[in-house]
């Protein structure tokens, strides 16, 4: 069996290494001319970590990434709203990992070399478009260069993002990724530890969010951590197009920036401006994402990732969310009677579960509790509990990571 998979990000090159250990061939399509590690950090959350290590990547995590040990989300003052251990500090057999995203790319890149060789990777090479025969599907390719080309294989994965080509085939009426109206803003500067050196912080209510997590350590400097921050706010009206196309590698403006945290934020851990100010480069991308979908597969074809379900940068599940797809994805390869089977039941599992976590981000996710906290309390607090009682902060945290599929079972 040999798959066809339109992509070269986390998604697909993970799901290449899966279906590899199914036994099952691949070649990679990259519209991009070479795979490079770009971005800023990601968290990865414990069940997709479970999946990276079975893959053997976990001394690599461990060496370019930071296991991180707790999560605090307070308001815009600094206080407290939540807090809560993370990974194995709270009891997970396998840790969660904060990394540059770029270093995690490049990591699985180097797995996928090491293990399928490097010609399983085009580069320069964007799917265009597919047909289905009976036996096999084929894609139309395009080159850089402008030359044409075809491949052609048993199953096609749409692994190639929000602005996905092999979902616009088999969705040719849906339009555009929907904006939410927030802009967000992130960057990686080196800054001094705070607390241990692995606490994650997110801080700030409906106006303007801002979060702060270090990725990684310099054994030569014990003293600083690389460190990402985000800044997410509100700048126009959902469903309106945003000023500028979604673009993972669009530099942000300091001026259009800044306005969201000077003199908003007061944190015993950062000034919010000092840290973007000192970046230097950094990123801007608007919050899209797409209505859930009925179905992703379709004969020999389906999608997989942002392809099937782009959503919102909150709750750290986008690429976790990928990963487990992959897994599912070649379990069922593995083990169905034929493709059609296998890609039917790929789609039944994954599609309900993603698309439950889509509408949850819609409405801010585990992050959902700060904003429920400053509603009532738009000007700081005495007492949380006043606020909003312990019971009904756990629920909104809790009933996030439960639909996440990350929560852990009670002893």
């Given at each position: 069996?040999k798959?066809?998979i339109?992509?070269?990000?986390?998604g697909g090159l993970i799901?290449a290494l899966f279906?590899?250990?199914?036994?099952i061939?691949?070649?990679?399509?990259?519209?991009?001319?070479?795979?490079?590690?770009?971005?800023v950090?990601?968290?990865?959350?414990p069940?997709a970590v479970?999946?990276?290590?079975?893959?053997?990547l976990?001394?690599?995590?461990?060496?370019?990434?930071?296991?991180?040990r707790?999560l605090?989300?307070?308001?815009r003052?600094?206080?407290t709203?939540?807090q809560?251990?993370?990974?194995v500090?709270a009891?997970?057999?396998v840790?969660?990992?904060?990394?540059?995203?770029g270093?995690?790319?490049?990591l699985?890149?180097?797995?996928?070399?090491?293990?399928?060789?490097?010609?399983v990777?085009?580069?320069?090479?964007r799917?265009e478009?597919?047909?289905?025969?009976?036996?096999?599907?084929?894609?139309?390719l395009?080159?850089?260069?402008g030359?044409?080309?075809?491949a052609?294989g048993d199953?096609?994965?749409?692994?190639?993002g929000i602005?996905?080509t092999?979902r616009?085939?088999?969705?040719?009426?849906?339009?555009?990724?929907?904006?939410?109206?927030?802009?967000?803003?992130?960057?990686?500067?080196e800054w001094?530890v705070?607390?241990?050196?692995?606490?994650?912080?997110i801080a700030?209510?409906?106006?303007?969010?801002?979060v702060?997590?270090?990725?990684?350590?310099?054994?030569?400097?014990?003293?600083?951590r690389?460190?990402?921050?985000a800044?997410m706010a509100?700048?126009?009206?959902r469903?309106?197009?945003?000023?500028r196309?979604?673009?993972w590698?669009?530099?942000?403006?300091?001026?259009?920036a800044l306005?969201?945290?000077?003199?908003?934020?007061?944190l015993?851990?950062v000034d919010?401006?000092?840290?973007?100010?000192?970046?230097?480069?950094f990123?801007?991308?608007?919050?899209?994402d797409r209505?859930p979908?009925?179905?992703?597969s379709f004969g020999?074809?389906?999608?997989?990732?942002?392809?099937?379900?782009?959503?919102y940068p909150?709750?750290s599940n986008?690429?976790?969310?990928?990963?487990?797809d992959?897994?599912?994805?070649?379990?069922h390869?593995r083990?169905?009677?034929?493709?059609g089977e296998a890609?039917?039941?790929?789609?039944?599992?994954?599609r309900p579960?993603?698309?439950g976590?889509?509408?949850?981000n819609?409405?801010?996710?585990?992050?959902?509790?700060?904003?429920?906290?400053?509603?009532r309390?738009?000007?700081g607090?005495?007492?949380?509990?006043?606020v909003?009682?312990?019971?009904?902060?756990?629920g909104v945290v809790?009933g996030?990571?439960?639909l996440?599929g990350f929560?852990?079972?009670?002893e």
């Open positions: 069996m798959a066809l339109a992509g070269a990000g986390i799901t279906l590899r250990e199914a036994g061939d691949v070649e990679i399509f990259e519209r991009a001319d070479a795979v490079r590690e770009l971005g950090g990601i968290n990865m959350l069940h479970r999946e990276l290590a079975g893959l053997g976990m001394p690599e995590l461990d060496t370019h990434g930071i296991r991180t707790e605090i989300y307070a308001n003052f600094g206080q709203v939540w809560e251990l993370r990974g500090d009891g997970y057999d840790p969660q990992i904060s990394i540059h995203r270093r995690l790319l490049g699985i890149h180097e797995a996928v070399i090491e293990k399928l060789g490097r010609d990777i085009r580069t320069g090479c799917v478009g597919f047909e289905q025969a009976v036996d096999s599907v084929s894609v139309r395009a080159g850089h260069d030359r044409s080309g075809r052609q199953l096609l994965i749409g692994a190639d602005h996905s092999v616009a085939q088999l969705y040719p009426d849906e339009g555009p990724p929907i904006w939410n109206g927030v802009m967000l803003w992130r960057g990686v500067a001094p705070w607390r241990d050196g692995r606490t994650m912080a700030g209510g409906n106006f303007a969010k801002f702060f997590y270090p990725i990684a350590a310099d054994p030569e400097r014990p003293d600083i690389l460190t990402n921050w800044v509100t700048t126009g009206p469903g309106a197009s945003p000023s196309r979604e673009d590698t669009r530099y942000g403006v300091l001026e259009e306005p969201f945290v000077r003199n908003r934020f007061r015993d851990f919010p401006a000092a840290i973007i100010q000192t970046t230097g480069n990123y801007e991308y608007p919050n899209c209505e979908l009925p179905r992703w020999r074809v389906t999608l997989l990732g942002d392809a099937a379900h782009p959503m909150v709750g986008g690429a976790s969310q990928a990963i487990l992959a897994k599912s994805l070649a379990l390869l083990v169905a009677g034929t493709i890609l039917s039941a790929y789609d039944q599992e994954r579960a993603t698309s976590i889509v509408l949850a819609r409405q801010g996710g585990p992050e959902g509790v700060i904003d429920l906290v400053e509603a309390a738009p000007d607090f005495g007492d949380i509990d006043a909003a009682s312990h019971e009904e902060r756990e809790r996030y990571a439960s996440a929560a852990k079972r009670k």
